[in-house]
């Protein structure tokens, strides 16, 4: 025989729908981070070339404008992909980062310094 639950110890319905929220929340929550795993390794790939990048990226950095990739954009990132590869030849890439990591410093010091 089975026995009628008492009311009194049924959470009240406020608390119950707080509960079916947090828990659907939380499933969706699992889902996204299921969905944004399995696309990972297809970003990854995309994005080992920089017109690639731009791709995936575009809708963060013009989330209002619509990508349209074209010849233009596989010509810009080629031409900056070169120009990078020979400055890092050139060994002028190197010099390029210590003079950010100065500025880096110097701007530290500027906003830890107590005058």
């Known amino acids: 025989m089975h026995s009628k639950p008492s009311l009194a110890r049924l959470p ?10 947090a ?5 969706a929550a699992t889902l996204e981070r299921e969905r944004i ?3 990972a390794e297809r970003i990854w790939a995309r994005c080992q ?4 990048f731009v791709r995936e990226a575009w809708h ?3 989330p209002s404008i619509p990508y349209v990739h074209g010849w233009h954009i596989d010509a810009i990132c080629a ?3 070169l120009h990078r590869e020979n400055l890092a030849a050139a060994g002028r890439m190197r010099v390029r980062l210590e003079d950010i990591t100065e500025r880096v410093d110097a701007i530290r010091d500027d906003l830890t310094s107590t005058t």
């Open 49 to 52: 070339s920089l017109a690639g």
């Open 23 to 27: 828990e659907r929340a939380r499933r």
């Open 79 to 81: 031409h900056l992909t």
């Open 12 to 21: 009240a319905p406020a608390e119950m729908m707080r509960a079916i929220r």
């Open 37 to 39: 795993g399995k696309d």
């Open 60 to 62: 963060v950095i013009e």
